[in-house]
């Protein structure tokens, strides 16, 4: 279960650029032939969450299909099983993978204390960082 180990290094990417203040969201894209289980990875991020001081935030992931550039017929296409790279149009295996290697974190959504409720930690404003 590599995902414990993602939700860990997602933690260490996440923490400086929150940089003290309340996390929401975490927009994570993963492609399909990074062979992470999502389901998995979002339950292992409410364990990770809690115990790296980022409890309530969650993940929303960006699935990206994976998708093949083919040498023989010059198409660009999506391909269904990660288990065959071969040209879904032509039937060619000399292609080249141009999606779904993808383990980005795109974006957070962060909590910062607004002007006027400086003295009150209660108010807070969304902010993307």
Known sequence: MHELSLCHAIAGVVRPHAADREVSVIHVRIGALRQVIPETLTFCWDLVAAQEGFDGARLEID??????SCASCSVTSDIESRYSTSCPVCGSSEVSVVGGEEFLITSI?????????ASSSAATTPERA
């Open 109 to 117: 959504d962060v909590r910062s204390a607004s002007p006027s409720a």
């Open 63 to 68: 699935p990206v299909p994976a998708s093949v």
